[in-house]
Structures are given as C-alpha cells and as structure tokens.
C-alpha cells in the first residue's frame, strides 16, 4: 500500500519541471509537499490545488492531491484526481498504483488489480506495485498469490515490515497458523500499535514455576475476549496471572479461571516476574488449528449482572442482533451493515428481535423507524457482565464481526455471524465454522459488498429452525 502520509514526490525527489516554472508554483508546490510529509493533510491539499490552479493539468500535482485526498478517506475525489493524471499521462505507474489503491478502497477489486498489473509492465522495478497487487489478491482470496508476491517484495526490501505484516494476515486466513503468528509479531510496527517496554522479560514458554506473569490486551474488545481462553493454560503451566484489561471487560472477566489479579488498563501495575501481550501467547505455545483452546464456555458472567429479559406473548425464538462494529476499525466499512439488513427476520411469526447494539449505531433503531418491531437491550447494559447475562436469556444470536460475536462464541450460545467477501484473518475463508467456537455458524459474501444473498441464506435458515 503506497504511504498514506507520504507525497509522491517530496523534496529530494522533485518534477522535472521545477526548475523551469514560476518562482509561485515552486513555492506553493513545496509548501504543499512540506505540509504533507508532516502530516498536515488539510494545508497540503490547499496547496496541492493552489498549485493547480496554476497548472491545471500537472500529473505530478494530481497525483500528490490524489494521496493527500485517500489519507483524508476522501476517495472518489482521489479517484477523480488520479483518473485526471492518467488522462494527461496514461503510461504514469505511480498513478496508476495508486488509482488501484483508492479502487480497492472502494470495493472494485478486480479493476484494482488491472490497475496495479499494468503499473507492474511499465515499470518491473515498482515493488510498491507488487505489494498493492498482493493486497488486492488477498482481498480476493487468493492468498497463495498474495503470499508469493509478498516473498518477491520481501526479496527485495527485507525490511518493509508492511509487508510481513501483511503476510501473517494471509497465512493466518490461510489456517496456517504456526508461521502466521510468527510473523504477527510484525504488528508491533503498526502505526495503530504502541509496543510496551518492561524490565521484566517476555516470557518465552518455559515452566513458570509459582511465578507472577502479566499479561496485557493490546487491541480491542474483540481481541481481548477471543483470546483470554489462553490465561488458564498460564495457570497450568504453574503461573500467577495478573491480567490488564480495558475496563469494560473487568467485571466479566475477573472470575476467569487462572487469573489472580485483574487490573484496569494502564493502571499501576503489581509486582510480576514476566511479561507477555495477550495476542503472542499461540505464537509461544506454537499452536495450530487442531491444538488451540476451543473448550466453550471459558467465560462464565457474574451471577448479579444483567437483568431479566421481557419476552413478549407468542414468542418461539429470541434472537438478539447486532449491526455495527466500532466505526474506527480500519474494515468497519466492509464488515458493518445497517439495522434494516435484520428486519427480515421481523417477518416471522413466532420471533422477537432484541437489540445488543451499543454505541452511536444504536440510534439506528429509532431512525430507522423500527421501534416495536426490535426490542432495545443494549443500551440497558452498563459492561460486558451484563451483556453477557442478557444474551444468555436468548435463543440464538446473530451478528456481524464485532466483539458481540466472540462474546456469544465464548460463552458457547449460538451465534451466527455475517462476514464481508474478505473477513478478518481469524475466520479464514470457505468454511462455514469456526475452529475458536463450536456453536458459531458463519455466513459469508459471495461477492464483494453483497450482503443481500448473505441475510437471505440466514432468514431461511431462520425459518427452518422455527419449523423444526
């Protein structure tokens, strides 16, 4: 993926033309490439189209406001921009790239890849190209491509710590989980990521002895919740576990078996003699897919959280839904549907939807108009503790990828989930359950961004357990 941050050209690397053009265009056109190499990407757009006002059809200057524009999330007019640029010069590999970039952004894959093959025959060096390729492949699915092609750059820029990351994702879908962990450790280097430093050592698998190991959550919900099933197997290896967690899982997940103490994130920690961060411990254990935890339920709610669920006369199924992820996770635009995906399922006599939404999403449910036909839960739960006593009331749970799914897989109720054309790593691709939970189902997109044969599968589906 071209840097997001970063101009085409900058500085050091300037257009043939700069010496050759107004002092004003110099000047505005180095002010924009400054303001975008700093990050200041509103000042480098003005600048950018400052500097096209005066030449206008400069691919150079489209280009760099195309970037600009796609770190702003700001797409079709990064498109337009790069389709102008290919206009004025069709043979410009960096345009072309970086068009099948925002075109991946968009969903159109397969011209994405068009994009980046053709930036690949004019310039055979362009690694970067290689690279955005690989991605697009991997959104197709094609992950042994992918793989190959993230070998090739690698051979090249064995440093590109992108591009290893990008790796163990695929090897991860791929179900090889050995050396995808592996390389996981790679999102260490992720700009979203800020490793921790401690004096105490990372603990490398050995017997522990009586010894007191923290263990931290490094990413969302989600994450936490999937992979605190490996805690009790630190307590079998003779550990004390003090476990760091955001404060929203604390009251669900302090009688987890194996946990000693329990500590707010980034709360004054006790003494311990070693570290590890929650998502390396299969890397450690060397887990594959037939030897990870799977054993379900591994979280059991308190026994005074949550509330008794209404449940309205007639009803045969309770089914609590979920529509939306967090809005800053970098899928969310392909993972998170809108409430009006579930009402189908309002159809059936006999089912009574509950809303687990929580979040600004959940307004949805009012603005949609869809009041009495979804019951609210959600925003009647306080933490986790509670959702999870309030889904155990219910008879199946369906959802998108969100921490509602792995709160529903690690309490082992029955949840369906619907997955984008390319989901997360964890869920791989093809197979229709999961090998983390064994009362989860998944549903997926048969094409990129289709939801409509994914909800319809469900609702008969829906149907068919009603009449059985």
Same mark, same amino acid.
């Given at each position: 993926m071209s840097s997001k941050k970063n101009?085409?050209?900058?500085?050091?690397?300037?257009?043939?033309?700069?010496?050759?053009?107004?002092?004003?265009?110099?000047?505005?056109?180095?002010?924009?490439?400054?303001?975008?190499?700093?990050?200041?990407?509103?000042?480098?757009?003005?600048?950018?189209?400052?500097?096209?006002?005066?030449?206008?059809?400069?691919p150079v200057l489209l280009t760099n406001l195309g970037v600009a524009l796609r770190a702003q999330d700001k797409f079709k007019a990064a498109e337009a921009c790069y389709r102008r640029a290919l206009a004025v010069k069709p043979d410009n590999p960096g345009a072309l790239s970086n068009l099948g970039n925002v075109l991946r952004r968009l969903g159109k894959l397969k011209e994405a890849v068009g994009c980046h093959r053709r930036a690949?025959?004019?310039? #055979?060096? *362009?690694?970067? @190209?290689?690279?955005?390729? /690989?991605?697009? +492949?991997?959104?197709?699915?094609?992950?042994?491509?992918?793989?190959?092609l993230y070998n090739y750059c690698l051979k090249f820029k064995p440093d590109d710590d992108r591009v290893s990351w990008d790796k163990s994702l695929a090897l991860?879908?791929?179900?090889?989980?050995?050396?995808?962990?592996?390389?996981?450790?790679?999102?260490?280097?992720?700009?979203?990521?800020?490793?921790?430093?401690?004096?105490?050592?990372?603990?490398?698998?050995?017997?522990?002895?009586?010894? #007191?190991? *923290?263990?931290? @959550?490094?990413?969302?919900? /989600?994450?936490? +919740?999937h992979f605190c099933r490996y805690i009790p197997l630190l307590a079998k290896a003779g550990g004390r576990v003090v476990f760091e967690c955001q404060t929203e899982l604390i009251s669900l997940l302090e009688g987890l078996d194996g946990v000693e103490e329990i500590v707010r994130d980034r709360e004054r920690l006790p003494d311990f003699d070693f570290q590890v961060p929650l998502l390396s411990l299969p890397r450690i254990m060397k887990h594959d897919t037939k030897s990870i935890p799977c054993e379900c339920p591994y979280i059991i709610p308190p026994a005074q @959280?949550?509330?008794?669920?209404?449940?309205?006369?007639?009803?045969?199924?309770?089914?609590?839904?979920?529509?939306?992820?967090?809005?800053?996770?970098?899928?969310?635009?392909?993972?998170?549907?809108?409430?009006?995906?579930?009402?189908?399922?309002?159809?059936?006599?006999?089912?009574?939807?509950?809303?687990?939404?929580?979040?600004?999403?959940?307004?949805?449910?009012?603005e949609a108009g869809c009041g009495m036909l979804v019951r609210d839960l959600g925003n009647g739960c306080d933490d986790f503790a509670d959702t999870a006593k309030v889904m155990g009331q219910l008879d199946l749970i369906i959802t998108v990828d969100t921490s509602v799914a792995h709160l529903a897989g690690a309490l082992?109720?029955?949840?369906?989930?619907?997955?984008?054309?390319?989901?997360?790593?964890?869920?791989?691709?093809?197979?229709n359950d999961s090998p983390w939970y064994p009362s989860m189902t998944l549903f997926r997109q048969k094409k990129p961004g289709d939801w409509d044969p994914v909800f319809k599968k469900m609702l008969n589906s829906l149907k068919f357990r009603i009449e059985s």
């Amino acid at each position: 993926m071209s840097s997001k941050k970063n101009p085409a050209r900058s500085e050091n690397n300037q257009p043939d033309w700069i010496g050759s053009v107004p002092p004003r265009v110099k000047e505005v056109f180095l002010a924009a490439v400054r303001a975008h190499s700093s990050g200041n990407l509103a000042e480098a757009v003005t600048n950018y189209s400052l500097a096209l006002g005066l030449r206008p059809e400069d691919p150079v200057l489209l280009t760099n406001l195309g970037v600009a524009l796609r770190a702003q999330d700001k797409f079709k007019a990064a498109e337009a921009c790069y389709r102008r640029a290919l206009a004025v010069k069709p043979d410009n590999p960096g345009a072309l790239s970086n068009l099948g970039n925002v075109l991946r952004r968009l969903g159109k894959l397969k011209e994405a890849v068009g994009c980046h093959r053709r930036a690949i025959e004019l310039d #055979r060096k *362009f690694i970067d @190209a290689y690279y955005n390729l /690989g991605l697009v +492949l991997q959104d197709l699915g094609k992950l042994d491509e992918a793989i190959r092609l993230y070998n090739y750059c690698l051979k090249f820029k064995p440093d590109d710590d992108r591009v290893s990351w990008d790796k163990s994702l695929a090897l991860l879908s791929k179900g090889d989980f050995i050396n995808g962990f592996e390389l996981y450790e790679y999102r260490w280097k992720h700009e979203q990521l800020k490793a921790r430093h401690f004096r105490q050592p990372l603990w490398d698998g050995s017997s522990l002895n009586g010894k #007191r190991i *923290f263990v931290y @959550a490094e990413q969302g919900f /989600g994450d936490t +919740l999937h992979f605190c099933r490996y805690i009790p197997l630190l307590a079998k290896a003779g550990g004390r576990v003090v476990f760091e967690c955001q404060t929203e899982l604390i009251s669900l997940l302090e009688g987890l078996d194996g946990v000693e103490e329990i500590v707010r994130d980034r709360e004054r920690l006790p003494d311990f003699d070693f570290q590890v961060p929650l998502l390396s411990l299969p890397r450690i254990m060397k887990h594959d897919t037939k030897s990870i935890p799977c054993e379900c339920p591994y979280i059991i709610p308190p026994a005074q @959280a949550g509330f008794p669920v209404h449940v309205p006369q007639g009803t045969k199924l309770k089914v609590g839904i979920a529509w939306a992820g967090k809005p800053t996770h970098k899928n969310d635009h392909n993972r998170s549907v809108s409430i009006e995906n579930f009402l189908p399922f309002a159809w059936l006599p006999g089912v009574t939807l509950y809303s687990l939404q929580k979040g600004p999403e959940s307004a949805q449910r009012d603005e949609a108009g869809c009041g009495m036909l979804v019951r609210d839960l959600g925003n009647g739960c306080d933490d986790f503790a509670d959702t999870a006593k309030v889904m155990g009331q219910l008879d199946l749970i369906i959802t998108v990828d969100t921490s509602v799914a792995h709160l529903a897989g690690a309490l082992n109720l029955p949840v369906w989930v619907a997955l984008p054309y390319n989901p997360d790593w964890r869920w791989m691709l093809k197979r229709n359950d999961s090998p983390w939970y064994p009362s989860m189902t998944l549903f997926r997109q048969k094409k990129p961004g289709d939801w409509d044969p994914v909800f319809k599968k469900m609702l008969n589906s829906l149907k068919f357990r009603i009449e059985s």
